[in-house]
């Protein structure tokens, strides 16, 4: 009984102790630079981009680095638009989370740097970096250990 009374009281008091700084977003993604764009877009294979001009948040997805459009090679170029339609796919699935709160950290450039999930009803979460290296669109954790995309 008192154990159950202790379980009880850690989980009354853990989101004091750990806050919970997910934001749940349920928007549509468009791609950027399509006529039309959406307020919602895919930027590349691990960015995102919120709103239009000076009031743009760019939105650096952590976790998993993927290839870039201007790639040093075709293949490279080839996979970078693989991941970035997979990416897109992934966040017009349904409604996810990401981490970071109201006032996340920022990259070099000034991207907004975030963690996303997808919480099942099960319990299970869904990790989107482990969805992007699973597919072999992306590269894993940092330090990166730089794939040869043109190889």
Sequence with gaps: MLALGVIG???AA???LEPDDWVKVGAPFG???ERGR??????????VT??????ARRIRLTGFDAPETAGRCEAESAQA????????????RGPFEWDGGSNP??????????????????GRDERLADYMVGSG??????????NDWCG
Aim: a negative charge.
């Design 14 to 16: 853990k989101p004091l």
């Design 137 to 146: 669109l992306a590269e894993g954790e940092e330090p990166w250990a730089r």
């Design 31 to 33: 791609m950027c630079g």
């Design 9 to 11: 009281i850690w989980y």
């Design 81 to 92: 638009i693989l991941a970035e339609r997979a990416l897109q796919e992934w966040l017009n």
């Design 50 to 55: 919120i709103g239009f001009g000076a009031n």
């Design 105 to 122: 950290p920022r990259d070099t450039y000034g991207r907004e740097l975030r963690e996303v999930r997808r919480l099942h009803g099960d």
């Design 38 to 47: 959406p307020h919602h877009c895919v930027s590349d294979g691990d960015t």
